[in-house]
């Protein structure tokens, strides 16, 4: 059994992660297709910012997310005076930092999902007379939907373990910005706290074994459709 502690920091993760990839999860669509289907100028920088997020210090990611969109920056008092939104110091600003660090395991599984669909099949639906919204909608879609099954659940297991940038641009600010990471932090910080870490370390490892697991078949599961 949970206790409240738990569930909220498990539920906050949950929201977080779900609202961080959901809405992320068109962009990264395009950015795979994109990266896996057109050859164009640029496409080599173009991979080089989407993969950015694997190597930068998460640490530096919530510190420019900090001096953009906090109470200071340029596009949070846009945000705020435009459409009064504030992004810094609660959920929403998680869910931001979670998405951005997210975003090149999306778009490395979705590139490869497209790279397996063989060309062949769509040219030859073009030839039919098939127009290109057809042939994506008929063809290549359904033969992503496996990469696309992959890419979300490693997005949402990447959002559930973000602790860096989370911490740096939004606090820690128990029921507002307290995901499992950053609630094991703080318990780690507390004496005695040791115990609740350890069950919200284990709770943390459950969570990414069952996602990365799932990703793992779903990636086997295309491989066999595509063959």
Known sequence: MLT??????????????????????????????LLARKTFTGKALLSTVVHLPLVVPPVVIGYVLLITLGPSGFMGQLLQRWFDVSVAFNWKGA???????????MVRALRTGFEYVDP???????????????????????????????????GFSRALGEFGATITFVANIPGQTQTIPLAIYQQLEMPGG????????????????????????CQRWQLRRVK
């Open 4 to 33: 409240p502690f738990e569930q909220a920091a498990l539920w906050l993760s949950i929201k977080v992660s779900l609202v961080a990839i959901v809405g992320l999860f068109p962009i990264t669509l395009w950015l795979g297709w």
């Open 95 to 105: 869910a931001v930092a979670s998405a951005i660090v997210s975003l090149p395991l």
């Open 120 to 154: 062949k099949l769509e040219i030859a639906a073009r030839s039919l007379g098939a127009s290109r919204l057809r042939v994506f909608c008929t063809i290549t879609f359904p033969l992503c939907i496996p990469a696309m099954i992959s890419a979300f659940l490693l």
């Open 194 to 217: 040791e115990w609740q870490a350890t069950r919200l370390c284990v709770l943390s490892v459950l969570l990414a074994c069952i996602a990365v697991g799932a990703s793992e078949y």
